[in-house]
């Protein structure tokens, strides 16, 4: 079991990917965006952070930057609508650790997570 955090913007995705990973036996914490997400990390140390690209206040690049600034090393896999090669390879640029595009199945977030963690 592991604990997750998930970094969504939007309450209809946010719930359902919080749904797919707790019916998996993790437990989850969540953030609206990126800020809150620090904000979330200043208090606790989850196991692995699923989180949107595009958000209010702080997107995806933002708070994976502000990981890497802080030198924050918790997995990170982005769950994102946008399908570009380019934006793929910008995420793993910077560090994160898998890259899905929305709407991802169980299967997939299941898969994802479980080769990130091992």
Do not use: W
Not at 65 to 87: G, H, M, R, W
Not at 101 to 108: D, G, I, L, R, V
């Amino acid at each position: 079991m592991a604990l997750i955090l998930v970094v969504e913007d939007s309450s209809f995705q946010r719930k359902i990917i919080i749904k797919i990973l707790e019916k998996a036996g993790n437990k989850t914490l969540f953030a609206e965006n990126g800020i809150k997400g620090m904000e979330v990390l200043e208090t606790h140390q989850p196991d692995c952070i699923f989180c949107d690209l595009l958000m209010p206040e702080m997107d995806g690049f933002g708070f994976i930057e502000a990981l890497n600034e802080k030198k924050i090393s918790i997995p990170l896999i982005y769950l994102t609508s946008d399908i570009q090669d380019t934006v793929k390879q910008r995420c793993l640029a910077l560090g994160a650790k898998g890259f899905l595009n929305k709407p991802a199945q169980e299967t997939q977030i299941l898969g994802i997570l479980k080769s990130v963690l091992g």
